[in-house]
């Protein structure tokens, strides 16, 4: 049984709790959180006490940290969760920065393999089942990757003011699934962006509509569309085209129900909210951990995925600001 | 807090104890089953307590039991139950036999109010919605319902054996589906069966293909067709047909992934076994029953409801053996 | 070159005429219509000429005639289309009565090689693939049969005065439908009927709602539902079960356009009118048509399917009638 | 009535000559083509009469001429056609070479409203559907447009050498969809492309696989990607993003037939060759180009439309070559 200490009780903190609570081999020990309430009502929830960060740090039976904290403090913790011995799940992202990230990398140089930086999306049962049957060669040597993501609906500007810009906040995640999918690095990357959906994203000079494309030194292609806006639901989905064929998967609808009438064959939109429409990837994820913890794999994403993907946002940056496709 | 007792900790049993556990206002409190170990487990698990039936029953703490146990302890169960000023949600059937079933009903006559009888698919997220929107008008006039419901595959003979018979066993869920669909009772019956797909099953005299149509009153059709086995998964598809449109649930596949080759665009199966297909509705009719021990609303489905769905069951074989249709 | 002689220059007649001119072996050479208007717009469009029905049997360069009149008239003109020598393509059906049926079938006896009765449905490119998959063993032993029909909106009354009741007008599509999908002969018949769309066809003491169940010898079964209004579109789904699948056609949609918006995932209903619907069949049931002239193959569906489907029509009736099973 | 010249009794000739003859206002009157043996035999079979590409030009009643010759020829023919007073309905492209094309639009200056460029994919049912609607505002905004287009398979390699390259060729059909999509210009274009599918294209100099991005000054952007060999079939797909949502095309496949088996859920693939898949958008767009010769609509798309898509090929092969976002 794994004792696990998680910084951090709000939304995704109170998704992570739940599903070491429901993992046969963890349990939520300790929760650390400066707002002392919803510390308290999580911790009660599962049997929890609520501590100081310091207190979980030097507990000795804390195996693991979780950290679902604000991303300003994420790699301060890595260092200072891998410092204390602990084993660390750290939320996208390690940083906005990379040299911050680089930095952190470095403090915990040969530790890596205590590291595990969670992009949730690897985990969604249809894309791991992309993967598995790619790996497989079902589909042959694979040539095209595309990945679409769109948000449902604006983000408050607040988030969106602190959020590091869309391709560090958002688009991160694609680029880590195109990694993940392409299997190999991407060697050039270019973009194109706009600001469409909301003026007060482009008074804070961010995008919310874009194409970055990459390419590998192989010649494989990925090729990322992104919204902040898809109105209907959380637009998610993935494609990998290869020489015997094609892998993709389409959204995910509510339910099952198809109403036909004079106005149309209307299916139910996909889910709208990325708690709902990746609970179980989080699930997965959680699992995936555990076996990181028993030691029967290496942590997949490490913290070198996590800044691999970042290097990916800096260069579409710098394809937009420069009109170039950046070689990386 | 309604503390439960829990009658029965086997596979179904399981499935309920997780619902009562993860709903915030109901706690298991006491699980009963003469196999002591699963018993133990299961208690275990949530801090719940092995007892026996009689304490469960006299215990004054104990708000309502779940009969979890085999159908031929249900009746018994019920009464004791409700004897005792429990509350009581039962695994459907009521029993298998008619006389039997309205025995109990006139043994608990006045307190039908305390009994929750559990036709799982009632609950079935689509199906619910379906229901809804068809009560709200958007269809128009309900005219014809179709029931599709085939297992997956070949049960264990010694599972036909004390089933009480395929329309007993199976289609049940499927009366009690055409009933809560078409909001008014059937008056007339007519049945066709064949046994095609397991010699061992002919061999008990048992069916296993067949289709049931009713037809109520104001002269709506419901059509349910059965098979004992599907093989790609488990077939359960509804489709309510009015004057304005259709609603129809499809199946469930086990996720959104598309496979596009030479032989074909393939998609997941259905998902294959009832436990996880309906695992939605195991925890909403949980959901539901807390709202009956609210006082919020009435049992739906109700002991009735359990004998009218059996009565179905009972003129359906009626009409294959007289080769007529059955008046109600 | 085979010339042909097109009796009724209808609506169905156009369509005939149009295949039988686009096929390289065929040739449009006479039109026989007592409306002269129509007679002569149609002759023109493809170069053939106006003729009295006399001529056009007489007239010994004439192959072929197409029945395309109306239906009390098709069991008079197949007599004295096959006692000229003439291979005969009739619209379904041969006659509304089965005592006319079989007194036709009576007097071409040894020329049934010459008549072909035109079911379109078979020949639709899905349920053909579906048959062909199916007799390649694809889903394994057949068990099921399930047929949806259902006609996109109320005809008018006076076509249904004529009709001949909706068995014998629109299900005895589904029966041959059902027949050519079980390969087998039921033996079996029970039905349920409503008259709920429209009280000017309960005045005509029509139904227009209804469930039809047949079984064979073997045990297959095969359920019919039929509504004269779906609303949407033309409603015509066939499903096969077998032990090792299903094989099932979907409706097909007017384009392959999607719509995600906040009010719902829309597709683009199913074709409206069975012209349109069937287009695809009419054309290759001439194609069939071509190769019975040919000599390649016996005429598929002849007139003993054309009586088969008629007198289970007739059962079907009869279970309405007597509130039994009929034995056939 | 109007007598039409098919230049080219090809493939695609074939297409139009079928066309023209279906439709009530057109007439085909004349084939010209070197390989006598196919001319006379197209036009046999329509009626028509075999003669020289001078006699069709100076015949005084022949109205319009269809360009339907290899591609080379196109541009001298248009300006032959437009100097003897004819209507154009000339195949994609005007040329491969973008000064040719501007000496073309230069010397019929004044009659562009008489040249018709047949990018047949404007003229898909699906497509113009997504065109009607997002005109009436059904998704608000438009803000993405995704055009994915794969051809089924490799093209013989002698038809590569002459193809002009995938940009020119193939994508050139997609920079004119973007177009008509987007309803302005693109002033930004980058590309990344390699080859993948075959040595033998890559020996010739020319790319297989490849993804172009396009953004027009009010930030709009459009995602084209590429392949020459899809395998499954002819994949062609439109999605339009806008800020009430989405309009998209699918695939079509070529039946609704689905099997349902142990080895999953299958449908038909999409319909393989362009000839077959396009059928519909050839006969409507002949239908278009008959209203242009009634002085209906302007032609669209025009030679200008060829122009504007042949210099969004020159710009994405720009792209490659410099590293750089194009600006137009």
Redesign the interface.
């Given at each position: 049984m794994y004792n696990i200490a998680l910084l951090g009780a709000g939304r995704i903190g109170q998704v992570h709790a739940a599903n070491i609570a429901a993992h046969p081999l963890s349990r939520l020990s300790i929760v650390v959180d400066p707002q002392e309430g919803i510390a308290r009502q999580l911790a009660e929830a599962y049997g929890a006490s609520v501590r100081s960060l310091e207190d979980a740090l030097s507990s000795s039976d804390i195996d693991a940290i979780v950290i679902a904290s604000a991303t300003s403090t994420h790699a301060d913790l890595i260092e200072r969760g891998i410092r204390a011995g602990k084993a660390v799940f750290c939320e996208k992202p390690v940083d906005l920065s990379i040299s911050r990230v680089n930095a952190t990398l470095e403090a915990i140089k040969g530790q890596e393999n205590r590291l595990f930086v969670a992009f949730n999306r690897r985990f969604d049962?249809?894309v791991a089942?992309?993967k598995r049957?790619l790996d497989a060669g079902?589909?042959g040597?694979l040539?095209?990757v595309?990945v679409?993501s769109?948000d449902p609906g604006a983000l408050p500007i607040d988030y969106i003011k602190v959020s590091g810009g869309m391709f560090r906040d958002m688009t991160i995640h694609d680029f880590d699934m195109a990694r993940f999918i392409l299997g190999e690095e991407p060697v050039?990357v270019?973009?194109?962006?706009?600001?469409?959906?909301d003026p007060a994203i482009k008074a804070e000079g961010d995008i919310d509509?874009?194409?970055v494309?990459?390419?590998t030194a192989s010649?494989?292609?990925a090729?990322i569309?992104n919204?902040r806006?898809?109105?209907?639901?959380y637009?998610q989905r993935v494609e990998a085209?290869g020489?015997?064929?094609?892998?993709?998967?389409?959204?995910?609808?509510?339910?099952?129900?198809?109403?036909?009438?004079?106005?149309?064959?209307?299916?139910?939109?996909?889910l709208f909210f990325f708690l709902e429409r990746y609970a179980e990837s989080y699930a997965e994820e959680w699992k995936e951990f555990v076996r990181v913890l028993k030691g029967e794999v290496a942590p997949a994403p490490s913290g070198e995925d996590g800044r691999k993907a970042l290097l990916l946002a800096e260069a579409a940056y710098q394809?937009l600001e420069t009109?170039?496709?950046i070689?990386l």
């Open positions: 049962p249809a089942e992309l049957r079902v589909i040597d040539e095209l595309t679409v769109k050039r270019t973009a194109l962006a706009s600001t469409l959906t509509t874009a194409s494309t990459l390419q010649g494989k292609i090729v569309t919204s806006r898809a109105s209907f639901g637009d085209h020489s015997l064929g094609t892998l993709r998967t389409e959204n995910v609808p509510k339910t099952m129900l198809v109403q036909e009438r004079e106005d149309g064959v209307t299916r139910e939109k996909p394809s009109g170039r496709t070689a």
